[in-house]
């Protein structure tokens, strides 16, 4: 699936209006990007870090700790394996190429 990403709270990794790839169901690792669904907002995706694994599930960060409107699992805790869509596998826009 395609993800466009919103927001700055994973800067200097991913820029609002980049794209992205994602594979929906693949298996997760703790320093992957994700995509998961917002607990408050089922209907909200989410693009995070996957920190670590617990009992409960995936805890999801922020890159950038200090962006407005960030929500993690600092906010909501960890997630469980059914709310993550799937592992980001790139970013296709923009491309970083250059000409010569």
Known sequence: ????VEGESM???LRPGDWLWVRRG?????GDLVVARLPSDPAT???KRAAWRDGDGWWL???NQRAAGRRDSWDFGALPPPAIV?????RY???FWRAR
């Open 1 to 4: 699936m395609r993800v466009r």
């Open 11 to 13: 800067l200097p990794v």
């Open 26 to 30: 693949a298996t997760v690792r703790p």
């Open 86 to 90: 799937g592992r980001v596998v790139l």
């Open 45 to 47: 995706l989410i693009v």
């Open 61 to 63: 960060e922020s890159e």
């Open 93 to 95: 826009w923009p491309t």
